[in-house]
């Protein structure tokens, strides 16, 4: 699965370089054999933003970008587009992205992080819960993409900033940004991510592999 996501992002021609972060030997071993630079990291970290964080300090990148490893269905666009989106937000620290919820299955799952913006296109707050609540008219409610982009001076401080109730009530570290006074773009996009959080998202994607594998 680490090889799909990284022959993927290596499409991407905005990345100068994708590095594969991990505090597993497993991990790194897989990393080898197909040739990806890995950098080991402490085994500590609270999230996977403080993993990259970790990974910037000895990286000079102006911008970071953390593509998660269980979503080996990544897009190169979904990955320009939430570049472009920090680049063209100069108040914000971090960008991200979302798409439209179809599925009405997907309000009531945990799994599953919505987003609420303003009207300028910044988060307001992440939640495992259906958000907002509609009474009346009706709105659109907003599927969180769990890619992001960071400012490298803002990531640096990121691990040093205190964690706050919500993002320990919602175990969503970009709470953590958002609770310290941080602002985050959020950019809309077409690209539905299909992380694998369950054993029934793993047998989605191995299907999708191998039906891709036949057609090839």
Request: hydrophobic share 40%.
């Amino acid at each position: 699965m680490i090889q799909h996501v990284y022959e993927r992002a290596m499409q991407c021609t905005r990345l100068q370089k994708v590095v594969i972060a991990t505090d597993d030997e497993r991990i790194a071993l897989a990393a080898a054999g197909f040739g990806a630079p890995c950098q080991m990291t402490r085994a500590d970290h609270l999230s996977g933003t403080d993993r990259v964080a970790e990974v910037a300090s000895s990286n000079p990148a102006i911008m970071v970008v953390n593509i998660q490893g269980d979503e080996p269905l990544i897009d190169i666009n979904a990955i320009e587009a939430a570049i472009v989106a920090l680049e063209c937000a100069p108040t914000c620290e971090m960008s991200t992205l979302c798409r439209a919820i179809e599925d009405p299955a997907e309000l009531d799952s945990p799994n599953v992080v919505k987003v609420v913006r303003g009207l300028s296109g910044e988060a307001m707050y992440f939640s495992r819960h259906s958000i907002p609540f509609v009474r009346g008219e009706q709105t659109m409610r907003m599927k969180h993409i769990g890619l992001y982009v960071y400012r490298r001076e803002f990531l640096l401080k990121y691990s040093a900033l205190p964690v706050g109730p919500l993002e320990r009530a919602e175990c969503l570290e970009q709470l953590r940004a958002l609770e310290n006074g941080y602002r985050i773009a959020v950019a809309e996009t077409g690209y539905d991510s299909i992380g694998v959080d369950t054993p029934e998202d793993l047998t989605r994607i191995r299907a999708w592999v191998e039906a891709r594998m036949q057609r090839n």
